[in-house]
């Protein structure tokens, strides 16, 4: 069939979707930690503390316009419907959300800073509330130009947001601004990054089906998961600030915490991408098409997946050490355990894009809700008795019963999920590499080189059974030859 031909448009479309998106996910991350360390070292703890509060606003109030609207342009799009009747009704929908937001930001931005007894807070809450709209209208941006399958350039929206902010920030750091400077640096680049999608989207399409879809009508559901998803990625946390509030622990179990979600930031881009192609493939009748988008995001998934878990499970102590002082490494066990938590909630939420894009919105909705109070009652259970490890199994278990149920309602839709031998082998391989970093690691030997031996024997591996072929090499080598 001609859509198992990895050299075709379709098995392309995929791989440079995820590359692309990949790759601005890394550069967003990075430019984020660079910014926390320069101002860690430029300002009080004081101020530091407050521009973490800022942040924290900016997060939970990005989850509720980050997804919904932008997501529905992104389906819709894909679909065929007319571009500008789906542009106009996004933008107009997206509009009086940040509207609201807005309003309700300035409005409790003076009982806010009072009630967090710190006055210096309400300048940068005001700036914060500016800033939000151009977040969001970035997200839809980014939603529009996924629907087109302008993968390169809605990843290149996320890269104008990031590298730029740096400059700004540490510009303004330098004139003396600390803090201010900072949020003024993130509302800077915001306003840079939204211009260019504006140029972006501002383009003339042929004319496409009537628009006879609710955007609001899909996107709620898709916002109320976010917000319970933010509770699942964080409850565990605030338990263990909670209960050991005194005790360093707290801090050992965020940074654990912390570096275990970076999968999560990065190959969210898996999820972005599948949207749109399953979007058009089903609106087209195509299934055996979908079924490829599937199975092949799957297989990729699970390359990298296998790469970051022997990374973790071989040198939770290094990496930990490596980014925070020494006595962190307590965390080391909580981490090893939280990386698989972390995979099976990325594999999860990967999961709910390939079913929101058949509008089956309030499935993955439910399966949080009904789950959710199985994962306080845990918290409530183990973190008591086994303090970190307590609280990592808990998020781990939780987030298996979420993939486990997720891969049922995704073969109910789509009568697949992933390649059985595909999945043996890579498991295989991982395990091998894993079996002989571990012997290398009891011998004392360098802990750079383990790493090394051990992602080379997997790489090895993979190429001996087969699983990775020279078509893999010479399809990545074409994303930097082509353009799309």
């Known amino acids: 069939m001609i859509i198992e031909n990895k050299n075709n448009k379709f098995y392309n479309n995929l791989l440079k979707g995820n590359f692309y998106l990949i790759f601005a996910q890394i550069i967003f991350l990075i430019s984020g930690y660079v910014i926390h360390i320069a101002l860690a070292h430029s300002v009080n703890p004081v101020e530091y503390g407050r521009f973490g509060i800022i942040l924290s606003i900016l997060m939970i109030t990005n989850t509720i316009l980050g997804r919904g609207v932008p997501e529905a342009a992104s389906k819709y799009i894909a ?3 007319n571009y500008s ?17 807005f309003i309700v930001l300035l409005l409790i931005s003076y009982p ?37 399958e302008k993968f390169k350039k809605g990843a290149n929206l996320i890269i104008l947001n990031s590298l730029p902010r ?20 993130y509302l800077f680049a915001s306003l840079l990054a939204v211009i260019v999608g504006v140029l972006y989207i501002n383009i003339k399409r042929y004319e496409g089906k009537k628009l006879n879809k609710n955007i609001f009508i899909y996107s709620y559901p898709v916002i109320l998961f976010s917000v319970i998803l933010m509770l699942i990625l964080n ?16 801090g050992y179990y965020v940074s654990a915490k912390t570096i275990s979600i970076i999968p999560f930031s990065i190959l ?32 990729y998934l699970f390359l990298v997946f296998s790469i970051i878990i022997l990374i973790v499970t071989l040198a939770p102590n290094f990496i930990l050490t490596l980014l925070y002082p020494q006595s962190y490494s307590e965390a080391s066990i909580p981490l090893a355990i939280l990386i698989f938590g972390t995979i099976f909630l990325t594999i999860f939420y990967f999961i709910s894009y390939s079913i929101n894009a058949i509008e089956k919105t309030i499935i993955p909705t439910i399966i949080l809700l009904l789950i959710f109070p199985l994962y306080i009652i845990s918290n409530y259970i183990l973190i008591p008795i086994y303090g970190m490890i307590g609280a990592s199994i808990s998020f781990t278990a939780v987030s298996f019963i979420y993939m486990i149920i997720g891969l049922i309602f995704q073969y109910k839709y789509f009568r697949t999920i992933f390649k059985f031998i595909s999945t043996i082998k890579i498991i295989f391989s991982l395990s091998f590499a894993y079996v002989c970093g571990y012997y290398m690691l009891i011998t004392g030997i360098n802990i750079f080189l383990i790493l090394f031996f051990s992602l080379l024997i997997y790489i090895v591996l ?8 020279n078509r893999d090499i010479e399809s990545i080598i074409l994303i930097f030859r082509k353009k799309k």
């Open 268 to 299: 969210s881009a898996f999820s972005m991408t599948i949207l749109p192609l399953i979007s058009r493939s089903d609106s087209d009748g195509n299934k055996n098409l979908t079924k490829f988008y599937i199975r092949e995001s799957y297989r």
């Open 85 to 101: 009747n789906v542009k106009k009704e996004a933008l107009k929908i997206q509009s009086v959300l940040c509207f609201i937001i």
């Open 235 to 250: 409850l565990d946390t605030l338990y263990v600030k909670a209960l050991f509030s005194n005790s360093p622990i707290s």
């Open 462 to 469: 993979l190429f001996l059974i087969k699983e990775l072929t």
């Open 112 to 148: 806010l800073s009072i009630l967090l007894n710190d006055e210096k807070m309400l300048i940068y809450i005001i700036i914060l509330s500016f800033i939000l709209p151009l977040r969001a209208f970035l997200n839809l941006f980014k939603g529009i130009l996924f629907g087109l």
């Open 166 to 185: 740096i400059g700004f920030v540490f510009l303004l750091i330098l004139l003396g601004l600390g803090v201010l400077g900072a949020i003024l640096g």
């Open 79 to 81: 679909e065929g419907y």
